[in-house]
C-alpha cells in the first residue's frame, strides 16, 4: 500500500442531477482508492453512491458528508450497511453536524451541541454494528428507546436483522481544535476541508488529546487524516487560483458571524491572522469580490495543487512526505481533469 493514498471527490449535484462518472471510472481504472458523494440541500450522499457502486468494482465509497441532522443514527446505519453489502464491503461512512442554517432552516431540528451529538451518534452506530444486543442508549440528544413527551411507552430495543461490518470506518469532518479532539477519540479518520502538509502542527496535539482519551494505544497508526485538496492544472497562474479563492472567501468570509466562524479560525491558525479579518470585514460589508481578491496568493498555493503540472509535482513533494509520515493519508482531489487525475496517479501510487 502507497504512502499516500488518492480518492476523488464527487461532491453533490447542481440544478439537474448529475454525476461526474467518466472521472470515477477513470479515477478507479487509475488505482485511486475511494471516491466521496456529499450533500448541502439538494441531491443526498446516500442515493449517488448507490448507483456508483453499481458501475464499479473496487474502489472504496464514502460519503463526506452525510449530515447528521439530517438522520437519525439508526437511519445512517441502515443506509451505511445497506450500501456496504451491495458493494462488497466497500463503504465508509463520512459524517458532519452541517451548520445551523442547514440544521434548522432546512431539516427542522435543532442545531444543538455538535461535538455531543457527534459522540452519541457514532456510539450509537457502532452499537448497531456489533450486534453485541439490542440497543439501548441514553443521551442528551437520543434516548433508545424513546421515552419522552409523546411516546407511546411501546418502544422495544431492537437489534439489526442486517448483520453490519463492525469494522466499517467511521470519518468526521472537522478542522477546530474541539473536532479534532472528538474525531481523535471517536472516528477512525477526519476531513479537514483544506490543509497545508507542512503544518500537521495545527491539529496535532488536538487529535493526541483525543487518541489518549480514546485509549487502547490509539495513535496515528490507527487513525487517518483525509484533507480536500483542490486541483487545477493549467499555465494561467491566476485563472487557476480563481476557484479556490472563491471558494476561499466564502468560507472564511461568510460561514458564520463576526468571531463565530470555524473557518475564519482555521486561517488564523495557519499564518494569515491579518489576511482572515480582512476578509472576513469585506465580505460581510457585502463586497465579496473584494473579499476573493483579498485571499493570499500564498494561502491558495499552501492547500491547493495549481498551476502547470511541474508546479503542481513540485507541491506534491510536500504532501508525499506528509504521508510518509503519517501526516496524511489520503488526498481527497476536488478536480475534473481526467489529464491532471492521471498525473497523480502516476507521482503517488
Request: some cysteine; proline content about 6%.
Amino acid at each position: 500500500m502507497p504512502d499516500l493514498r488518492l480518492g476523488l471527490l464527487a461532491g453533490y449535484s447542481g440544478a439537474s442531477m448529475s454525476l461526474p462518472m467518466d472521472n470515477i471510472l477513470e479515477a478507479e481504472r487509475l488505482g485511486f482508492d475511494s471516491v466521496w458523494t456529499a450533500e448541502a440541500y439538494g441531491s443526498d450522499a446516500v442515493s449517488p453512491l448507490g448507483y456508483i457502486a453499481a458501475k464499479t468494482t473496487k474502489i472504496h465509497l464514502g460519503t463526506a458528508i452525510m449530515q447528521m441532522p439530517a438522520r437519525s443514527p439508526a437511519m445512517t446505519a441502515m443506509s451505511a450497511m445497506t450500501l456496504d453489502g451491495l458493494s462488497g464491503g466497500r463503504f465508509i461512512l463520512g459524517l458532519g453536524p452541517s451548520g445551523p442554517q442547514v440544521a434548522e432552516g432546512w431539516h427542522g431540528v435543532a442545531y444543538g451541541k455538535p461535538l455531543t451529538r457527534t459522540r452519541e451518534y457514532i456510539t450509537i452506530i457502532r452499537k448497531i454494528l456489533e450486534r453485541q444486543e439490542p440497543l439501548r442508549f441514553e443521551g442528551s440528544h437520543y434516548q433508545l428507546p424513546y421515552t419522552g413527551p409523546g411516546a407511546s411507552g411501546l418502544g422495544k430495543p431492537l437489534k439489526s436483522i442486517l448483520h453490519g461490518r463492525p469494522d466499517m470506518k467511521i470519518f468526521t469532518a472537522s478542522i477546530s481544535p474541539n473536532g479534532m479532539r472528538c474525531a481523535g477519540e471517536v472516528s477512525d479518520g477526519v476531513f479537514p476541508v483544506w490543509m497545508n502538509p507542512e503544518r500537521f502542527d495545527v491539529f496535532k496535539p488536538h487529535l493526541e488529546e483525543g487518541f489518549a482519551k480514546a485509549g487502547g494505544g490509539k495513535n496515528l497508526e490507527r487513525f487517518e487524516v483525509a484533507p480536500f485538496v483542490t486541483a487545477v492544472m493549467g499555465d494561467d497562474l491566476d485563472k487557476c487560483r480563481l476557484p479556490v479563492k472563491g471558494m476561499m472567501s466564502l468560507y472564511i468570509g461568510g460561514m458564520g458571524a463576526r468571531g463565530k466562524n470555524f473557518y475564519n479560525d482555521y486561517a488564523r491558525r495557519l499564518g494569515y491572522e491579518e489576511a482572515a479579518a480582512t476578509i472576513q470585514d469585506l465580505y460581510l460589508d457585502g463586497k465579496k469580490g473584494e473579499a476573493l481578491a483579498a485571499v493570499p496568493d500564498s494561502l491558495v498555493d499552501d492547500v491547493a495543487l495549481i498551476g502547470p503540472a511541474e508546479r503542481i509535482l513540485e507541491r506534491l513533494e510536500a504532501w508525499k512526505e506528509a504521508g510518509r509520515n503519517r501526516y496524511v493519508g489520503s488526498m481527497l482531489i476536488g478536480g475534473g481533469q481526467p489529464e491532471l487525475l492521471r498525473l497523480l496517479a502516476e507521482n503517488v501510487l
